[in-house]
C-alpha cells in the first residue's frame, strides 16, 4: 500500500514515514472497498449480477483505483447485455493501468467479433425504441419490440424486466412469471425481477381464486372426489378414479396394429423415395464413370486404327519399294544382268552379242547420248541415269558397253548382210533390227535392213527404213542409192498399179479368184504413196538448200 | 399492487455504442480518498 498523499510504501505505522499524514482512515477506506470487492466477487460467482453490480459500484466509489473491481464491474456489466457500460468502466480501467490489465483481452475479445458487437448495439438500440413505445402507451408494440430484443441479445436483462412489467400491465400473469424466471436464470437475486415476480404469481393465485371451481375443473381437466376414491397409504395420498374403464387388449393390439400400419406407410413414403434416389443417383454416376471410359477407349481405339492405317501405308510402300528391288524388273535382277555381263565378257571376250544380249536386260530409264556413229561410238556419255544406278554400276556398265556395243553391233550389221546375200530375211532382218538399236546411227545397218525388208516383199518397212535413212541421214552413201531404191520402187508401183486399172477395165473376168493379192496390192500403193511424199520433201529440201 | 407508471419511470434508455465516449467522460470516478486528500489540503492550509 502507498500514502495517498506522496505515494511513499506504507509501513505498519498509522503515518506515513514519509511526509507524516494520517493514515488511519485511509486504511480503513481501502479495508472497506476492498470488503465490497470480496463481496461482488462472491455474489458475481453466484450469479446475482445485480447485487454485485451494486457491491463493486460501492468499492469503486471507495477506492476508484481498484483495477480488479473495475474489470469485475465491467464483466458483470457485459454479462447482464450492458455492453457500452462495460466497455466504460474496461476503458476507464486500461486509462489507470495501461500496463498488464486484462480490461486488454476483454476489450479485444469483444471487438474481434464485430458481428456480434453490431447485434448488441442494435439490440440496445431496439430496446430503447420499446422503452419509447411504452411511455407512449403502446405496449403492443413495445412487447413485439422487446421480443426482438430478447432474441438478438438473450441477456439483456432490464429488456426482461420491461417486457415482464408489460405483462404484469396486461395481466397476462403467466406469461409475466415465465419471462421473469427466465431472467432470474441469468441474475438470480435482482430486486426488480424479484420484486415483479413476487406480483405476477400473486396475480395468477388471484385469478386462481376469482374462478369457480367447475370452470376450473373443465380448463385443468383435474378430478375432484365425486370422481375419484382418495386414501392414504403411509404418508402418501393415493386418488383413484372411480369411473375409469380400463382398456382392453383387444384395442391395445388395434393400437399396434395402427402404428405398425403408420410405420410402414412412412417407411413407404419417406424412406423408400430416397433410397430408389440414392439407388439411380449412383446409378447414374456409375453410368457417367463407364461412359466416359467407354469414350477414352473409343479414342484410344481411333487412335490405333489410324496407325494401323499408317503402318499400312507405309508397309505397301515398302512392298513396292522392295518389288521394284526384288521384281523381274528391280534393280537385283540389272545387278545380277550386270554381273553375268560381266563375267561372261571376261570368259568369253569375243562373245560380243552374248554380252550385249546380257546387257540390254538392263532398261535405260534416260538415255544421255547416243545418237553417233559407229566410228565413234567408243566415246559415249552414260546411259544410266544417275539418281536410279550407283557410280560403280555405271562404271562397269558403260565399261562394258562402250567395249562390246561397237563390236557387236558390227557383227550384227556383217551376219545381217550375210544373211540376205543367202536370202536368208527373216534372219536378216532380225539381225539387222537389233545392229539398228545398238547402233540408231549407223546408216548402213539400217540400209540394208531396208533392203532385207524389200527383198522379203515387206515394201512398207522397207520404204519407212529407207525414209528415215534419207531424211536423217541424208549425207550418207547409202542415202544416194536408198533414194534410187525408193524412186525405182515408186516406178515399179506405178507400172503394177497401171497394169492393175487395165485388168479392171478388162471385165473382172478372175474377180474373187485372187483376193490373197488384195492386201499386199494395198500394202504397195501405201508404200509407193510414202515414197512419194519422201521424195518430193527431200526434193524440196534439196532445192532450198541450192 | 403494481404501479405501472411509477415503475416505468425506473427505466432508463440504455447507452448505445455510439454514446461510449460521452459515457466515458460523463463517468464520476471520484473516490473517497479524494474526498480524504482534499480535506488534508484543506488542514493544511488552514
Redesign the interface.
Known sequence: MRC??CGAELTANPFCTNCG?DIR??RR?IWT?NQYYNDGLTKAKVRDLSGAVLSLRAC??????NIEARNLLGLVYFEMG????A??EW??SKSMKPEKNIADDFMETIQGNPSR?DT??QS??K??QA?LY??QGSLDLAVIQLKKVLHMNPN?I?AY??LG?LY??SEEFARAKRIISSALKIDRNNT?LL??LK?AEEGIAARFASEPAASRRRKSGSRTSQDAITYTSGNETIIQPVNSVERHSSSAIFNILIGAVVGAALIFFLVLPARIRKASEDMNAQIKEVSDELTVKNADIEEQDKRIEALQTENDELKGSLGDLAGSSGMAERYDALAEAALNYMRNPDDVTGTEALLSRIPIETVSGNGMSLAISSNTVSKLDPSIYSQAFRNLYDYLDSDVAVRAARTYIDRGKEELENEEYQLAIADLLRATEIAPSSDEALFYLAESYKESGDSVHATQAYSRLVNEMGDSEYADRARSNLTTGAATDNDAQNNDNNDDAAGHEDEGGDDEDTGAEDEDAAAQALAMQILAGAGNNGAGAE | ??D?EE??K??H????????ES??RA?D??????L??HL?ERSVAR
Open positions: 495517498f498523499n499524514a482512515e485511509y477506506i472497498s469503486l466509489k471507495l477506492n476508484r483505483m450492458e455492453a457500452v457500460a466497455f466504460s476503458v476507464v458487437l448488441i448495439n440496445i438500440k430496446y430503447n422503452l411504452a411511455k439483456l432490464v424486466e420491461l412489467l404484469l400491465q426488480r420484486y415483479y406480483e | 399492487m403494481i405501472f415503475e416505468l425506473k427505466f434508455p440504455s447507452p448505445e455504442v455510439e454514446d461510449a459515457q466515458i463517468l470516478v471520484t473516490d473517497m480518498v479524494d480524504i486528500v488534508e
